[in-house]
T-cell receptor, first 111, second 114 residues
Framework: KQEVTQIPAALSVPEGENLVLNCSFT??????LQWFRQDPGKGLTSLLL?????REQTSGRLNASLDKSSGRSTLYIAASQPGDSATYLC??????????FGAGTTVTVRA | DGGITQSPKYLFRKEGQNVTLSCEQN?????MYWYRQDPGQGLRLIYY???????QKGDIAEGYSVSREKKESFPLTVTSAQKNPTAFYLC?????????????FGPGTRLLVL
C-alpha cells in the first residue's frame, strides 16, 4: 500500500520568501503525483499533476518535481504571498487506481 | 458552470441515527469517490464508483453505505454502525477510474455528532 508523508506539518515564512514543500512516497511504482491546495473548511483544488513519464510541471509561480527513484516530490512556490497561506497536500496514484494522500503541510505567509 | 456540489455544508447526527450526505456532479464523469478527512491525517477513501450501478469499498468502508443510481449522483449514508463519524467528508469525481487524471473535489460536508 502506498504511504505518503509530508514534512513539515506546518511552515511559517515572511512574504516574498520562496517556499519548498516536500512529499515522500514508499512505492516507486507510483503513477501520477498530484499537488492540491486546501483552504480552511473547503474542498481541494488541484494545482499540478505530474505524469509518471515527466520529471516536473510548472504553472506560474508553482513548480513541482518528481523523482520516482528516490520516492520524492517537491513543490516550489516562488515569491510567496499572504494569499498562498493554505494547506498543501500531495497524492499519488498506485496500480490500484486509488489516490493515496499525505497529511499535508499548512503554510502561513506573514505580511 | 460545471462542478461538484455537496450538501449540506454542516450536518448534525444524533446517536443511533443514519444520515445521508449528498454529492452531485455535472462534469459527465464516470468515476466518483468519497473521502473522509480527520485533523492531522490525509484523506482516506471510503467508497468509490467506476460507473452507474457499480461501487467498491475503499480503505475505511465499515459503517458507511453508498448508491450510484444515476451518473450525476453518489450519496453517502453514515449509518449508526459508524461509531466515530465526526469528520469532514469530501466527494470527488474523475473522467474514469483508470484515467489517473485529476480528481475534482466538492466543497465538503462537516458532520458533527450531538
Amino acid at each position: 500500500k502506498q504511504e505518503v508523508t509530508q514534512i513539515p506539518a506546518a511552515l511559517s515564512v515572511p512574504e516574498g520568501e520562496n517556499l519548498v514543500l516536500n512529499c515522500s512516497f514508499t512505492d516507486s511504482a507510483i503513477y501520477n503525483l498530484q499537488w492540491f491546495r486546501q483552504d480552511p473548511g473547503k474542498g481541494l483544488t488541484s494545482l499540478l499533476l505530474i505524469q509518471s513519464s515527466q520529471r516536473e510541471q510548472t504553472s506560474g509561480r508553482l513548480n513541482a518535481s518528481l523523482d520516482k527513484s528516490s520516492g520524492r516530490s517537491t513543490l516550489y512556490i516562488a515569491a510567496s504571498q499572504p494569499g498562498d497561506s493554505a494547506t498543501y497536500l500531495c497524492a499519488g496514484y498506485s496500480n490500484d487506481y486509488k489516490l493515496s494522500f499525505g497529511a499535508g503541510t499548512t503554510v502561513t505567509v506573514r505580511a | 458552470d460545471g462542478g461538484i456540489t455537496q450538501s449540506p455544508k454542516y450536518l448534525f447526527r444524533k446517536e443511533g441515527q443514519n444520515v445521508t450526505l449528498s454529492c452531485e456532479q455535472n462534469l459527465n464523469h464516470d468515476a466518483m469517490y468519497w473521502y473522509r478527512q480527520d485533523p492531522g491525517q490525509g484523506l482516506r477513501l471510503i467508497y468509490y464508483s467506476q460507473i452507474v450501478n457499480d461501487f467498491q469499498k475503499g480503505d475505511i468502508a465499515e459503517g458507511y453505505s453508498v448508491s450510484r443510481e444515476k451518473k450525476e449522483s453518489f450519496p453517502l449514508t453514515v449509518t449508526s454502525a459508524q461509531k466515530n463519524p465526526t469528520a469532514f467528508y469530501l466527494c470527488a469525481s474523475s473522467i474514469a477510474l483508470d484515467s489517473k487524471e485529476t480528481q475534482y473535489f466538492g466543497p465538503g460536508t462537516r458532520l458533527l455528532v450531538l
